[in-house]
C-alpha cells in the first residue's frame, strides 16, 4: 500500500510536470488564489511580469480570500490546482495539516510585506479615538459573556460620540477578519481578566466569547470587495470601515483613518508595529510545481524585484517588510527553502531545501 501511495504520488507530479509545460495541454500560465488584500499587489506584479516575461502568459490572480484561497491550495498538486495562494494572515498549522495530506508537502513561505488592519470613515464623517477594548465591546456578539446592548459608540464609552454603531467590514472568510479577530478583538477582550484565565482554562469558549462578531445589523458583512466598503462609508459618514491600509492609502481623498489606541494608521506607523493593527502580508507556493508550471520561478523573482522600500508595491499601499526579513524572503525564493510545521507550531524555526 506505501509503496503504491508513493508511486501514485510520483505519476501525479510527472503528470503535473507535462501538462504544466503545454505537452498536455491542461495548463500554461500561473494561477494564484486568495485574499482580497494582496490581490492588487499580486496583480501589479503579474503585470510586470508580463512586461518583463513577453513570452509567457500573465498570471491569473484571483480574490477568493485568504481561508478560500488557502482551501483552493491545499487540494493537491496538480495542473487543476493553484501554483499559489495570497493570504493576509499567516496560514494555521490545521490548514499546513490539510496540504501535507493532500500531498502538498513542499511548501515555501514568502512574507512580501506589511499590512495593517484600518478602520476608517468619510473624509469630514464620524471621528472616534478607538481601542481594541472599544472595538471588541462595540463588535462582540457577547462581551465577556454577557448581552451585548450597546446600540451607540456612547454606550461602549462616554467619551465616544452618541451616534448607532455601524461597521462595514470583511467576511468571515477573509484573512483581514481573522487578523480583526487576533490582533483587536482578542486583545481587547483579554483585558478583563477573567477573559485572561479562561484562555488557558477553556480555549474553545474563549475564542467563541472573544472573536465572534455580532449579527444584529451593528456590523455588516461586505463581501471579499474592500472597494466597497469604501463605497459605503463614503456614502454614509456616521459609518465606520474596517479594511487593509493599501486600501486607505489609495482612498485618502475619500476616507480618513481612524486612531487605535491613539496611534493613527499610517506607513511609518505600520512599518515599526507601533499600530495595533500592522501584520505581516504572506504568498504560500507550491515546490512542485516551479519546474512544472512555465514562469513561476520567474514571477517570483518579480515579487522579490517589487516589494523593497519605494518599490512598485510601496507605491500602491504596502509597506515594506524590514531589510532583514526582506532577505531572508530573497533567499526562500532563492533556495526554495520549505516551510516546517514547526515554524507554524511557534517551536524553533527550521528551514529546509527539501530533497530534488
Not at 22 to 38: E, H, K, L, P, Y
Not at 94 to 116: H, M, P, R
Not at 289 to 311: F, K, N, T, V
Request: glycine fraction near 10%; include cysteine; charged fraction near 20%.
Amino acid at each position: 500500500m506505501a509503496n503504491n501511495k508513493y508511486l501514485i504520488g510520483f505519476v501525479g507530479t510527472l503528470a503535473l510536470a507535462l501538462t504544466g509545460c503545454g505537452q498536455g495541454g491542461s495548463r500554461d500560465s500561473i494561477r494564484a488564489v486568495g485574499s482580497s488584500t494582496v490581490y492588487p499587489f499580486a496583480k501589479q506584479v503579474a503585470e510586470s511580469f508580463a512586461r518583463s516575461n513577453p513570452d509567457y502568459k500573465s498570471p491569473l490572480i484571483e480574490s477568493t480570500g485568504t481561508g478560500g484561497g488557502i482551501q483552493l491550495f491545499c487540494q493537491g498538486i496538480g495542473a487543476e490546482t493553484p501554483d499559489m495562494a495570497n493570504a493576509s494572515r499567516r496560514m494555521k498549522a490545521t490548514e499546513y495539516d490539510k496540504c501535507q495530506a493532500a500531498g502538498v508537502t513542499d511548501i515555501i513561505e514568502l512574507q512580501v510585506g506589511l499590512d495593517g488592519i484600518a478602520f476608517a470613515s468619510a473624509q469630514g464623517g464620524i471621528v472616534l479615538n478607538l481601542s481594541p477594548k472599544t472595538v471588541y465591546e462595540a463588535l462582540a456578539a457577547n462581551p465577556y459573556g454577557r448581552e451585548q446592548t450597546a446600540e451607540t459608540w456612547a454606550d461602549v464609552d462616554p467619551s465616544l460620540p452618541a451616534e448607532p454603531i455601524l461597521v462595514y467590514g470583511p467576511p468571515s472568510t477573509s484573512g483581514t477578519r481573522d487578523a480583526l479577530k487576533e490582533l483587536v478583538l482578542e486583545v481587547g477582550c483579554d483585558t478583563d481578566p477573567a477573559m485572561e484565565a479562561l484562555k488557558d482554562e477553556d480555549k474553545d469558549r474563549h475564542q467563541q466569547i472573544c472573536t465572534e462578531v455580532r449579527s444584529d445589523g451593528a456590523y455588516v458583512d461586505q463581501g471579499e470587495q474592500d472597494n466597497l466598503i469604501v463605497q459605503k462609508i463614503e456614502s454614509n459618514p456616521r459609518s465606520v470601515g474596517v479594511f487593509g491600509f493599501s486600501y486607505l492609502d489609495e482612498n485618502s481623498d475619500k476616507v480618513q483613518g481612524l486612531p487605535m489606541s491613539g496611534v493613527d494608521p499610517t506607513y511609518d506607523n505600520i512599518s515599526n508595529f507601533s499600530y495595533p493593527g500592522a501584520r505581516p502580508l504572506y504568498v504560500y507556493v507550491k515546490k512542485a510545481h516551479m519546474r512544472a508550471i512555465p514562469g513561476l520561478d520567474l514571477y517570483l523573482q518579480e515579487w522579490i524585484r517589487s516589494w523593497s522600500l519605494g518599490g512598485p508595491l510601496a507605491s500602491i499601499g504596502m509597506v515594506a517588510s524590514p531589510a532583514d526579513a526582506m532577505a531572508a524572503n530573497e533567499r526562500k525564493v532563492n533556495e526554495q527553502l520549505t516551510l516546517t510545521r514547526e515554524e507554524l507550531s511557534g517551536e524553533a524555526p527550521v528551514e529546509t531545501a527539501a530533497a530534488e
